[in-house]
């Protein structure tokens, strides 16, 4: 039998490992902190401090439960201080942030991986290159704090468990049951439940991954006019908070800006507002861009074939939207458009800008832009700015600031940042894709919940019998949560099968779907399913296998 | 205390005894008894429906803890194992035959027989191998693939049989084994399950059929949760003296 003195020295580990925990959570949340405020110091990029607040509600909510575990050990409380510190510390900070975001990123960085696919695996505005040390370093050093966590908490869990006793001769030990099998067996028990369980997080997976996947696709839209015209400085008026709202500089920050040391290019952008005259009759706003030959800075990158930047040297020329093409009769170059009363010609269209604006876009020369929308001529709306080769953006934009004081100078990735923000802010987009997504998951949660607990009932003899003929709770735990994960798996498979069906099909719904959101999903899901099936787990746990000798 | 321990004493109950809920509401279902099973021995409990003998076969089974007294395996007293410690031992030492079979319904022949040692960790390789002995001891190696609802009641039982003996448990604990089947099968049953007692297993059958006092070692009478000895019927034979008359009996190969 286990000595009084056994589990006075397992409290006393459990203690000295919890205590442990709780330093090595502080220490991630410092490490973490610091981290991002230093960040937002370095990339000028305030955004970075809203982890601050949740990083350290983090860290009071675990290193409450921790001290509830030490008062009250108990398998309700161990469960939830495993999730508290798993989820935030564990999965986000360290593997997330720390792994992904920061070691894969490097790596992949130093293999001399294209930026396009950094780009892409690291999206904006969270992906900056990585050419800061100190950055970069306490970014991975969150993995290792994590790591450390881990460590703790798997001693707790551990050190929790009492040591097998010697009861004749019973032991608790041995190979681990192999039951993924039986759990799958099982679920063809009841058929239709294990069809509706499905169904509904098929259903919840493919509700999350289009909620928020429709979200990425709007902010990406909302920032396609900053993103695709390759410019890698923006400077603009103070009173800017994002590009639909903001002022004019004077002409001459372009002369200063194109003489700071690192620029290799300097050029003005004007942006002004008109009324267009479509086809049918309606005026709508239009957004009339001017750039300035011969670089035509501001203009995206890609144009539709036949179209070349140098067609807009020409006066009274402009380049409409791809997209806006049907809008306007199915426009094609030599056709024209009236802007607020005066005639210009259909030069070319560009690509790859979709803006979530309720304005048109077209281009011009600046002159003609000048014009179009009485734009004064000692004016400008942005000046553009191309970092020479060898310069590191961030410096670059150090030198502008200190040499124009009086304006804003931001970075591709900070510009596209604020136009983000401002768009949630201003718009209840983001809180409707956001609650979509979440009641997406609790709706899915919901149903595999009920259809798992209802299981458990109907299947109480066959869980008693298991119990009986010798199942351990813990083998009982992992029947349960094999089912759980495998509803989880096979309908994450399909609930991502249908979204990229329906991606495909409906391209017009912009659905886009970078690696953060196929693996949040993911997460999603596989939180969802495990949480929804503690109610059937605790219900087959506290069954008592006596029931097998009911009839 | 120091006690002796008797090896031929497989499963041991001490002043067991049982009380259902608190206060006011507390109910006995078993008062203090003292029972043994012995290898080699039919241990019948006898007792009409709400008497409390499944109440004592399941407190010896390990599936519910007395309020009084202890259980001793092999001598040894469980009453301080953790509930993982008794699952543990019941995986491994006692064997379960329920009346309502209680197979897995999607699991063939061969894998309801196989679970106990699923729970063990075994290997499938040898999982197969030692499930398929356990039905050909009982008669059931040709129905190995056939699920439950493919079987008849006493092909079930037979099932429901090499589950239990799968582990080489030294006890099997029957809770009205022949209660769903029809006469002769009942017979075959209670046949099969006597060869194992003689094979050396202790073997304990909670019943109220009366066909299954002809193959009993021992009777204990409980009536109104007490449980009492029937000295007349008592003839235990020490599992040694058993050897010979096995016979022909497919049973001589139970060692799994």
Not at chain 1, 172 to 191: E, H, K, N, W
Not at chain 1, 295 to 306: D, E, I, M, V, W
Request: proline share 5%; charged share 20%; glycine share 8%.
């Amino acid at each position: 039998m286990m000595s009084t003195h056994q589990r006075m020295k397992s409290s006393a580990e459990v203690v000295r490992a919890a205590k442990a925990l709780v330093i090595a959570v502080a220490a991630e949340t410092a490490v973490t902190i610091g981290h991002f405020a230093y960040g937002a110091h370095i990339y000028n990029d305030p955004g970075r401090l809203h982890v601050v607040e949740p990083a350290l509600v983090f860290f009071v909510v675990a290193a409450a439960v921790t001290a509830l575990f030490v008062w009250r050990p108990g398998k309700l409380v161990l469960a939830v201080l495993g999730l508290v510190v798993t989820a935030p510390y564990l999965a986000l900070f360290g593997l997330f942030h720390g792994a992904y975001s920061h070691l894969l990123k490097d790596a992949l960085f130093l293999a001399g991986a294209p930026d396009e696919t950094l780009e892409w695996l690291f999206m904006s505005p969270d992906y900056v290159r990585p050419d800061d040390f100190v950055f970069e370093a306490s970014g991975i050093l969150g993995l290792v704090a994590a790591a450390v966590v881990g460590y703790w908490l798997l001693r707790i869990f551990r050190d929790w468990r009492r040591p097998a006793g010697d009861s004749a001769g019973a032991s608790t030990q041995g190979g681990p049951a192999r039951l993924v099998g039986l759990a799958l067996r099982m679920l063809f028990d009841a058929p239709f439940k294990s069809l509706g369980t499905l169904v509904g997080v098929v259903v919840s997976v493919f509700l999350m991954s289009q909620q928020s996947s429709l979200l990425v696709g709007i902010l990406g839209r909302v920032t396609s006019f900053v993103n695709s015209s390759g410019v890698d400085i923006w400077i603009a008026s103070v009173a800017t908070e994002s590009t639909d709202a903001t002022d004019t500089v004077p002409a001459s920050k372009v002369g200063a800006a194109a003489s700071t040391p690192g620029v290799a290019w300097a050029a003005p952008v004007v942006q002004g507002l008109g009324r267009v005259t479509r086809p049918d009759g309606v005026r709508e706003y239009v957004k009339v861009l001017g750039v300035e030959p011969p670089r035509y800075a501001g203009l995206p990158r890609s144009l539709a074939p036949g179209t070349s930047p140098s067609l807009l040297r020409a006066s009274g020329r402009l380049f409409l939207n791809w997209n806006d093409r049907k809008t306007f009769a199915s426009a094609e170059p030599g056709d024209r458009v009236e802007i607020d009363g005066k005639a210009s010609v259909v030069a070319g269209f560009f690509q790859g800008m979709d803006p979530h604006s309720p304005y048109y876009y077209v281009y011009a020369n600046i002159d003609d832009a000048r014009a179009l929308t009485d734009f004064p001529l000692d004016r400008v709306t942005y000046v553009a700015v191309g970092v020479a080769p060898g310069h590191r953006v961030r410096d670059v934009k150090a030198n502008l600031e200190a040499r124009i004081p009086e304006v804003l100078v931001r970075t591709r990735d900070e510009l596209s940042a604020m136009e983000e923000r401002y768009f949630l802010v201003r718009t209840p987009v983001g809180v409707l894709f956001g609650l979509g997504t979440i009641v997406a998951a609790v709706i899915g949660a919901a149903i595999v919940a009920v259809t798992l607990y209802s299981t458990a009932v109907d299947r109480a003899r066959d869980y008693g019998t298991l119990k009986a003929i010798g199942a351990r709770q813990k083998d009982i735990l992992q029947l349960l949560l094999v089912q759980a994960w495998i509803f989880c798996a096979v309908g994450y498979v399909l609930g991502m099968a249908a979204f990229f069906i329906t991606k495909y099909h409906l391209p017009e719904l912009h659905l886009v779907s970078p690696p953060q959101m196929i693996v949040g999903v993911a997460a999603a899901a596989f939180a969802s399913c495990t949480l929804a099936s503690l109610l059937a787990i605790r219900r087959v746990l506290l069954l008592d296998p006596a029931i097998v000798f009911r009839t | 205390m120091l006690t002796t321990f008797d090896p031929s004493i497989a499963l041991e109950g001490r002043v067991i005894g049982r009380v259902f809920g608190r206060g006011d509401l507390a109910v006995r279902a078993l008062y203090p008894t003292d029972v043994t099973i012995r290898r080699g021995e039919v241990l019948v409990i006898m007792g009409p429906s709400g008497s409390g003998k499944t109440t004592l076969l399941s407190i010896l089974g390990l599936v519910l803890t007395p309020t009084e007294g202890e259980v001793l395996v092999d001598g040894r007293s469980v009453s301080r194992a953790t509930a993982d410690e008794m699952a543990v031992l019941r995986r491994d030492r006692v064997g379960f035959i329920f009346q309502q079979f209680n197979l897995l319904p999607s699991l063939s022949a061969l894998e309801n027989a196989a679970i106990p040692l699923l729970l063990s960790g075994l290997r499938r390789a040898e999982r197969i191998s030692r499930a398929m002995h356990a039905l050909e001891i009982v008669g059931m190696a040709d129905k190995r693939s056939a699920t439950p609802r493919l079987l008849s009641g006493g092909q079930q039982q037979r099932v429901a049989i090499a589950r239990a003996l799968v582990n080489d448990a030294p006890v099997l604990l029957c809770d009205e084994p022949t209660a769903s089947l029809d006469g002769a099968t009942g017979r075959g049953i209670l046949a099969t399950l006597r060869e194992l007692a003689q094979s050396g297993r202790a073997v304990a059958i909670v019943t109220h059929d009366e066909r299954v006092l002809s193959f009993a070692d021992r009777l204990v009478h409980v009536i109104d949760g007490r449980a009492q000895a029937d000295e007349a019927h008592g003839h235990a034979r020490p599992a040694e003296t058993q050897s010979d008359d096995i016979g022909s009996s497919q049973l001589q190969e139970t060692t799994l």
